[in-house]
């Protein structure tokens, strides 16, 4: 079946540094839509950014995202880490359904 | 709006014990889905239900656990007979139509801690 696999754990990183957070996926359809969802504590999940379209550059609240079907892949990037950027994200791939990978601790230090 | 509601927020159950997670979906919303939510797995699918249809159960544990949507305004997920190994956080979510570019909404989540 779809898999979706992230960085793992958790990233540590300190503010003002760039952010990337990797995310790879496996689907058998040839057009799923990829996503990024950010959970900050005691919160749910939200969308952060989504796409479709290979090759295309996405962005939202700073983030950014492109996605490359060559390479299966849509890591997240931010330019300049904040604090309130510490949180839960979530790389998730639709083809049929939504499969989320296991989720990237960030924690940005001041 | 009130988004996708879930109770309760918390339920402690024993060993054995029955536990029904409820969900009521954001109104209009004909998608609902089902996660479970660990520090280890992250967000693992359970089901899903279109138009009150279930589409794929692929993710329920098949013994024990079962969900129902008997109307558009809401779902359960019954778990039977739980385990310690069922502790975890159970969202709920849902869409619009359920198609793949959509996003999901989700809710706050119930906590289950079976003791």
């Known amino acids: 079946g779809d898999s979706v696999t992230q960085t793992e754990g958790l990233v540590t990183l300190t503010e003002g540094l760039p952010v990337m957070l990797n995310c790879t996926y496996q689907?058998?359809?040839?057009?799923?839509?990829l996503f990024w969802y950010v959970q900050h504590l005691n919160e749910s999940p939200r969308l952060l950014l989504k796409?479709?379209?290979?090759?295309k550059r996405t962005e939202h609240q700073g983030f950014h995202a492109t996605l490359h079907k060559s390479s299966s892949s849509f890591h997240l990037q931010k330019s300049s880490a904040q604090l309130s950027d510490s949180a839960l994200y979530y790389c998730?791939?639709?083809?049929?359904?939504?499969?989320f990978g296991k989720g990237t601790h960030l924690h940005v230090l001041p | 709006n009130a988004g996708v509601i879930q109770t309760p927020r918390h339920k402690v159950t024993g060993k054995g014990q029955e536990a029904t997670l409820w969900c009521e979906p954001i109104?209009?919303?004909?998608?609902v889905f089902w996660y479970r939510q660990t520090i280890v797995q992250g967000l693992e699918f359970l089901t899903y239900f279109r138009n009150q249809a279930p589409i794929d159960d692929s993710g329920m544990p098949k013994e024990r656990f079962s969900a129902q949507m008997p109307n558009q305004s809401h779902s359960t997920l019954k778990i039977q007979s739980t385990q310690p190994q069922d502790s975890a956080v159970y969202l709920c979510?849902?869409?619009?139509?359920?198609?793949?570019?959509?996003?999901?909404?989700f809710g706050h989540g119930t906590k289950l801690s079976v003791l």
């Open positions: 979510a849902s869409s619009l139509d359920g198609d793949s570019n959509e996003r999901l909404f």
């Open positions: 998730a791939e639709n083809a049929y359904k939504v499969i």
């Open positions: 109104s209009g919303h004909s998608a």
């Open positions: 689907t058998i359809y040839s057009n799923p839509f």
């Open positions: 796409s479709f379209t290979d090759n």
